[in-house]
């Protein structure tokens, strides 16, 4: 298991998925044209952590996000979506100050995902 | 707000060899419209990619209000996207080949972003169900419609979520003007525009 990173791309967000820290984060910028085939290893990742977790610890995830696409959102949705089945997740959605929509984003997020999540303004 | 198309133009045809001639009148059409980017042609990833850049600069280099900047920005990107994944620019039976088109422009209200391509007929009746809807709803239930989208339909073979004309309603808070020409037997020139205000500082 271990660790999965993706490098941060022009318009590719910087991935990194610890599985011995339990830490997962996603930041930067999203737009990939083929999220899937973007996500496809985060995915994978999902599938097998959620078997192996020590649920005794938490796990935190995340996400700092400047922008996203409407396919990346989706499908960080559904990631957030599979994570959230797990015990002791806990959610962190970083925004800017000045960043209205992002923030908006986020409670649209908190909505959707069963799971404990914060909003934190950077 | 704006009417894209003015009503007449000075310039017929551009005569190649003369182009240079035709150049101040086109400047002028573009200046007068305060067209910030005109692009015809295929658009891709790698075009999207150029495109979205170009004209964050743009935006950047006339000081634009980041709020402002980060709507035009979405509304950009879900617009080209939609436009990589579903324009039927190539029409493998005849071989025939559509240009896209996509503008951005900007008056004293804010920006508008103008794409037109080419669509199989068949496929008109559905988008337009589809923006009509979308036209239709008030900003609860644009967002009550997209987190119900989000939440329930699956990303499809394209990469596509469903959520694009949505989105670019939601962030430019205006409805998503449209419309469709027939170009020929096969084919529909679907021309949308998008409206961004600029946020007015209270």
Known sequence: ?122 | MHNLLPNQFTINRINGKEAYKNASDIYSLTSGNNLLLIYKGEINEHITSSVLNMAEKNMERIGEESMTRKRVFNVMVECLQNIAKHADEAITHTGKKYNSLFLIGQDEDGYYIVSGNAVYGSKVEEMERRLNLINSLNKEELKAYYLKIMANCSIDAKGGASLGFIEMARKSGNQLQYSFEAIDNVAQFFVLQTNIFKRKIA
């Not at chain 1, 993706?6 to 990194?16: R, Y």
């Not at chain 1, 796990?59 to 990346?72: A, G, P, Q, R």
Request: charged letters at 25%; one cysteine or more.
């Open chain 1, 1 to 122: 298991m271990d660790v999965l990173t993706i490098i941060a791309g022009n318009n590719t967000p910087a991935i990194s998925m610890d599985a011995n820290n339990q830490l997962i984060s996603i930041s930067g910028r999203s737009l990939p044209e083929n999220a899937p085939a973007f996500f496809e290893k985060c995915f994978e990742w999902v599938s097998a952590y959620i078997t192996t977790a020590d649920t005794e610890k938490k796990t935190i995830i995340e996400l700092k996000l400047e922008y996203f696409n409407t396919s990346s959102s989706k499908l960080i949705y559904e990631l957030l979506k599979q994570l959230s089945a797990l015990k002791n997740v806990y959610i962190k959605w970083y925004f800017a100050a000045d960043d209205e929509d992002m923030e908006e984003t986020g409670l649209e997020f908190m909505e959707l995902i069963n799971a404990p999540f914060e909003l934190v303004e950077l």
